[in-house]
Structures are given as C-alpha cells and as structure tokens.
C-alpha cells in the first residue's frame, strides 16, 4: 500500500536505524507505503525499506543539508521520528567524563532538536503537519515561540496552534 495525499508518496526521515527500533520502525513505515529516508550516523546498506543516508544528528550543518538532500530527493517531508540514541549504562555515574555526558545530551537532546528545526518548514507544508507520524521526541522545548526551555521528560512533539509552532507534550 503507498500512503499518499493526492500529492504523492508521503516521506517520512527516521534518526537511528542501524538496527533495533529504528530498523522496526523504518520497516513498517515502509510497509505502510512511505518513503523512508533513514539516517544513522554509520552507513547503513540501502534496503528495499529504506532509502539510507549518513548524518550526525548532533550536528547542524550535517542536519540542515541532509534534510535538504531528502527534499532534493523526494520533494517533501511529511513524518520525522527522532529514534537516534546511544548506550548508556557502560560505565557508573562515577567513572562517566564530562566528554561522555556531553556526547549523550548532544545526541539525545541537541539532535532531536536539529532535526525537528530542518524538518519543520517542510513538515508544516504537509497534510498531517508531521504530527502523526512523530514516534518521540525526548528532552526537548516546552512553551511558546519565545525563550524555550529545556525539559527532562521524554515527549512527542505535536502541531498545537499553526501560530504556536511545535511543543513537547
């Protein structure tokens, strides 16, 4: 079955399918007939799922071109499942560096937001405002537009008010 709105196939980008959740989540999409732009920060082999693409999260010209390459791409940008992660519980609170600390607030907070910034001109474009197709979103913005703060709960970001811009609920 191909998910489209009348406009064509809806594409969706998915953070952090090496394997796991985001390799699940990348299949399914696919199944439900999207296009699915995964993007890890190794290589992942082209599959028929998924439509591979290398990109450090944490990074926001890495964000920035690799969205636009998906747009180049494919036109759109309907869904974006932040999945990117990485282990932790390797070592005790306290045998962690301040570097290792760093790295994981980079990935699991910086990089959803980096992410939801690219996406977001071309997820407000589409018919579902990215809402629905939105699986988590942790540690992100909570409020309005103006200053944002940062929150320690794990949340999904929906479309509020299309004045509002995005918040974590």
Not at 17 to 30: E, H, P, Y
Not at 75 to 101: C, F, I, K
Request: aromatic share 4%; net charge neutral; with cysteine.
């Amino acid at each position: 079955m191909t998910v489209s709105d009348g406009h064509g196939t809806r594409v969706a980008v998915v953070t952090g399918v090496a394997s796991g959740l985001g390799g699940a989540i990348t299949r399914r999409l696919a199944a439900d007939g999207f296009i699915v732009a995964a993007l890890n920060i190794t290589d992942v082999s082209e599959t028929a799922d998924a439509r591979p693409r290398q990109c450090d999260v944490s990074d926001p010209d890495a964000t920035r071109r690799t969205v636009q390459e998906v747009v180049e791409a494919y036109g759109r940008v309907d869904g974006l499942v932040n999945n990117a992660g990485l282990l932790s519980g390797r070592a005790s609170l306290l045998e962690a560096t301040p570097g290792e600390l760093h790295r994981f607030f980079d990935v699991k907070t910086v990089g959803p937001l980096l992410m939801v910034q690219a996406c977001f001109p071309w997820l407000k474009e589409s018919a579902t405002q990215g809402a629905r197709h939105q699986r988590r979103l942790a540690h992100l913005l909570h409020g309005s537009p103006g200053p944002a703060r940062l929150c320690g709960q794990q949340g999904r970001v929906d479309r509020d008010d299309p004045s509002d811009g995005a918040r974590a609920g």
